[in-house]
């Protein structure tokens, strides 16, 4: 059938006019898509705007305290709503959507009631919220995503573009506890162990432990290992021990030696570190002192006389401040200071303190004499030495067949002498007074 003209330009007109519809629904449609991708690229706004609405929510993230956050631990979040439309956006809320290495502890809620946000209220007027999330301990260092969505009374949700949550484990620090050396005092040519603990007050694993003690200038030396040795892993909040076996070399001087412990490790994320430390080591040996009487002017009770006591220093190393003190007793009295003040006394080497004492009368072939060794040693440790020194007593006989008594023979030849010179004078006086009377 054919048309008419005028029919023929009322059909051309209609298609002309679905044409004007077709591309005025495009261009809106393209025109959506281009400010929707735009703010979405600007990660403050939705994903897409809801027809037939005015508002125009922009949400940020405001903070994360603390940033870095640390693996294992809390972060709080916080997020402002601002309404930079023209109508009120009603009954909103918001709901955090957590994912590795995030979580909400047990019994938290995800969704939050923001309220009505009015036109225009945004800047300090804005709505805050605040989320807790837990970082898996386990969590990797760098920058993780949180996801959140918000709603209103429209019924449609809205999912924002991921925000990033910065993760760092914080420093991981190897502290050395505690120094064991058995024995306390490392005497010279002997061994001695020596037990350095180690602990992880970090949040995460430590591991690949290298730990070298130095000994330069140290008169010590590893023996049956070396000065190094590894820990190959300590969980956190753990320790673990390493041993070294050292002998003292035979000559050492007493004394307190510093010596530096080093120690490098790594922690789960390939992280090196490197930490020095200085302990100290006792070096020394007991004192070895030799103390006897030396000589004395007593040999028998009921006399006065003096008391020389030696004290000897058998020791490698030097003993300070030597003060010598004699007991009271019932076998003698003192007559002197019963204290004497000797002062230092080199290794191999020797001093003297005297006393005078009286001798009570005795059958007792001895007396003895309490002595009280005051002394410090190299490494300024007191000591206390008690020791009974013996003094012999003997008879006038016994001292002068012993030859312990010098001079008393010539004495007696001298009085003899006397005697006899004496004996002569008087009997010549007696023999001249007689020729007289004759």
């Known amino acids: 059938m054919k048309l008419s003209k005028n029919e023929n330009g009322l059909e051309k007109s209609k ?19 281009a400010i929707s991708g735009a703010r979405a690229l600007a990660g403050i706004t939705a994903t897409a705007l809801p027809i037939n609405t005015h508002y125009i929510m922009k949400v940020t993230m405001t903070s994360q305290i603390p940033d870095p956050a640390e693996p294992g631990r809390y972060v709080d979040i916080r997020f402002k709503f601002e309404n ?11 709901e955090i959507l957590p ?13 939050k009631s923001l309220g009505s946000i009015n036109p225009r209220q945004k800047g300090d007027n804005g709505v805050i919220i605040k989320y807790r999330l837990r970082i898996d301990k386990d969590a990797l260092e760098g920058q993780s995503e949180i996801k959140l969505r918000y709603g209103t009374s429209e019924g449609v949700w809205i999912t924002m573009p991921e ?4 993760i760092q484990p914080y420093d991981a620090i190897l502290l050395l506890d505690k ?16 037990d350095l603990t180690f602990r992880n007050i970090a949040e995460i694993l430590l591991k690949k432990i290298r730990v070298k003690i130095t000994l330069g200038g140290v008169p010590l030396a590893p023996i049956g290992s070396t000065n190094e040795e590894v820990i190959e892993k300590i969980d956190k909040n753990e320790e673990a021990n390493v041993r070294f076996d050292l002998i003292g070399e035979p000559d050492a001087q007493s004394g307190i030696y510093k010596v530096g412990v080093e120690f490098d490790y790594y922690d789960n994320l390939g992280n090196s570190y490197s930490r020095n430390s200085t302990i100290g080591l006792i070096i020394g040996s007991d004192p070895d002192l030799s103390v006897n009487i030396d000589s004395t002017t007593i040999y028998k009770s009921g006399v006065t006389g003096d008391v020389v006591i030696k004290i000897v220093n058998k ?7 030597l003060n010598v003190k004699l ?6 009295r003192i007559t002197s200071p019963s204290e004497v003040y000797v002062g230092n006394i080199d290794s191999d080497d020797y001093e003297t303190a005297e006393f005078t004492l009286f001798v009570e009368n005795t059958k007792e072939k001895k007396a003895i004499l309490p002595v009280t060794l005051e002394y410090r040693d190299a490494n300024n440790i007191m000591y206390v030495e008690k020791v009974n020194l013996e003094l012999p007593m003997y008879s006038a006989s016994e001292a002068k067949q012993l030859g312990l008594i010098e001079g008393n023979g010539k004495v007696g030849i001298f009085v003899m002498l ?15 007074g007689k020729r007289k009377k004759a």
Do not use: C, H, M
Request: charge should be positive; hydrophobic fraction near 45%; charged fraction near 25%.
């Open 418 to 432: 006397l005697v006899i010179v004496g004996g002569l004078f008087i009997y010549r006086r007696w023999r001249k």
């Open 327 to 332: 007991a009271e007793s019932k076998d003698y």
């Open 315 to 321: 020791d490698v190393n030097e003993i300070k401040f």
């Open 84 to 94: 930079n439309g023209s109508t009120v956006a009603e009954d909103v809320e918001a």
């Open 99 to 111: 994912q590795y290495p995030f979580s909400l502890d047990p019994g938290t809620s995800a969704v």
């Open 163 to 166: 925000f990033k949550i910065n």
């Open 15 to 33: 298609i002309f006019q679905r044409k004007i519809i077709l591309f005025g629904l495009l261009t809106l449609v393209l025109l959506v898509s």
């Open 179 to 194: 120094v064991v050396s058995k024995p306390e005092t490392i005497k010279p040519g002997e061994k001695a162990t020596i």
